[in-house]
């Protein structure tokens, strides 16, 4: 008999560090390396964004300044690049200002050089495991996009009507069909979307989104 396929093995998370002091990139390399994570250095922002994202949890240890464009700049920008990877800041030129600044626009740490191994790896802890539930929350819609596609016209129709709170007889009229052929479509609409509850199924049309 055939052994059942063990799962696959979660992807390992990934650091990514910018920042165009080489000195400072290998003890960040060597640091993280010791305490078993993938790293990937570079020494500028355009060097980062040229290197393909990997799929996996990742975490971008940002430098604030650098020739070119900031790091400060550069996390403002990041969704126009499609990333959404959760940012630390180091930096040797910080101020308080800047500090809480960049903290408000989502940081999960503003870091000044010199600072203690513990607290950077605290700060990567916290946002690989933030990229891990967005990724997750990610899977799970596009899950949900999948079974939506499965609908027809009609069915989207009904649930429609159903997250309006309409009952069948009113969602027959709106639609100008039977009663009837509402519990049918509503009926296929549950089990295409694997909603074992009203409830579920307008939590489901909520995180989609309408359309």
Known sequence: MAKPLAPAA?????????????????????????????????????????????????????????????????HRQMASHGLALP?????????????????????????????????????IHVGIER????????EAVDALRQRWALLNPGE???VDGVVRGRLNKQIAGELGVSEITVKVRRANVMRKMQARTLVDLVRMYDRLGPG
């Open 10 to 74: 979660a992807p390992a998370p990934i650091v990514y560090v910018v920042d165009d002091d080489q000195s400072v990139r290998a003890a960040l390399e060597d640091l993280l390396a010791s305490m078993g994570m993938q790293v990937r250095a570079f020494d500028s922002i355009a060097a980062f964004l040229q290197h393909p994202r990997e799929d996996a949890p990742a975490c971008l240890v940002l430098d604030v300044r650098m020739p070119g464009q900031s790091g400060l700049e550069f």
């Open 87 to 123: 940012v630390v800041f180091i930096t040797g030129h910080g101020d308080i200002a800047m500090g809480v600044a960049a903290m408000k626009e989502g940081a999960i740490e503003f870091l000044t050089k010199p600072f203690r191994d513990q607290e950077l790896l605290d700060a």
């Open 131 to 138: 990229d891990r539930l967005r990724r997750r929350d990610d």
């Open 156 to 158: 989207r129709a009904v």
